[in-house]
C-alpha cells in the first residue's frame, strides 16, 4: 500500500533563518506530489505541484521554493522565512493530476 | 478558476441530529472528492464521485454529486462526536483539482 511522509511535524523558526521540509511517498511510482498551505481551519491552497522529477510548478509568488530531486521526494524550502510564512503545510500525491489526493500529517510551521 | 463554495462554514449540532452540507460551483467538474480533517492532521480522503446523479454511501454519511456536475452534498445520519471535523470538498477538471474552503462540524455529546 502507499503511504506519505512528512516531516518535520512541528518546527519553530525564527525570521530570516532557512527552511527545508521533506516529503517522501512510498509504495507508487511517478507519483504527482503536492506542497499546500492551509490558514489556520480552513481549505488549501496550492504553493506547487510536480509531475516527475525536476518538474515543479508554482502556483503563486512567494518566499518559498520546491524541488524534486528524487521520484519520490518532494523538498519545500526558504532561504529566509518571514513571519507570513507560519501556517499549516501539508504535502500530498496523486496518480495523476485531477485525481483524489492522499495527504501527509502536515507541519506545524511557527516563525517567531 | 474553478471556484467552490461550501456552505454552512461552521456547523454545531447536538449528537443524533442529521445535517446536510453543501459544495457549489458554476464550473463542471469530471469528478469530486470529500475529504475529513481532524485538527494537526492531514485530509483523509472519504469518497470521490463521477457520474451526475451518483449516490454514494458509506456508513451513515451520503454523497450525492448533482446532475450537472456542478454541485454535491454531503448528508450524515444520526450525527456522533466523532464525526466533529473539516470538511473539505474538491472538483477535478482538466487535470486540475481545487478545495473548496470546507465546513467546521462540531459534534455535541
Known amino acids: 500500500s502507499q503511504t506519505i511522509h512528512q516531516w518535520p511535524a512541528t518546527l519553530v523558526q525564527p525570521v530570516g533563518s532557512p527552511l527545508s521540509l521533506e516529503c517522501t511517498v512510498e509504495?507508487?511510482?511517478?507519483?504527482?506530489l503536492y506542497w499546500y498551505r492551509q490558514a489556520a481551519g480552513r481549505g488549501l491552497q496550492l504553493l506547487f505541484y510536480?509531475?516527475?522529477?525536476?518538474?515543479i510548478s508554482s502556483e503563486v509568488p512567494q518566499n518559498l521554493s520546491a524541488s524534486r530531486p528524487q521520484d519520490r521526494q518532494f523538498i519545500l524550502s526558504s532561504k529566509k522565512l518571514l513571519l507570513s510564512d507560519s501556517g499549516f503545510y501539508l504535502c500530498?500525491?496523486?496518480?495523476?493530476?485531477?485525481?483524489?489526493?492522499?495527504f501527509g500529517d502536515g507541519t506545524r510551521l511557527s516563525i517567531l | 478558476t474553478q471556484l467552490l463554495e461550501q456552505s454552512p462554514q461552521f456547523l454545531s449540532i447536538q449528537e443524533g441530529e442529521n445535517l446536510t452540507v453543501y459544495c457549489n460551483s458554476s464550473?463542471?467538474?469530471?469528478?469530486l472528492q470529500w475529504y475529513r480533517q481532524e485538527p494537526g492532521e492531514g485530509p483523509v480522503l472519504l469518497v470521490t464521485?463521477?457520474?451526475?446523479?451518483e449516490v454514494k454511501k458509506l456508513k451513515r454519511l451520503t454523497f450525492q454529486f448533482g446532475d450537472a456536475r456542478k454541485d454535491s452534498s454531503l448528508h450524515i445520519t444520526a450525527a456522533q462526536p466523532g464525526d466533529t471535523g473539516l470538511y473539505l470538498c474538491?472538483?477535478?477538471?482538466?487535470?486540475?483539482?481545487?478545495f473548496g474552503a470546507g465546513t467546521r462540524l462540531t459534534v455535541k455529546p
Open positions: 500530498a500525491w496523486s496518480a495523476a493530476r485531477g485525481m483524489a489526493q492522499h
Open positions: 509504495g507508487t511510482s511517478n507519483p504527482n
Open positions: 510536480s509531475v516527475g522529477i525536476g518538474q
Open positions: 464550473s463542471v467538474f469530471s469528478s
Open positions: 464521485v463521477v457520474t451526475g446523479g
Open positions: 474538491a472538483g477535478a477538471n482538466n487535470n486540475d483539482m481545487r
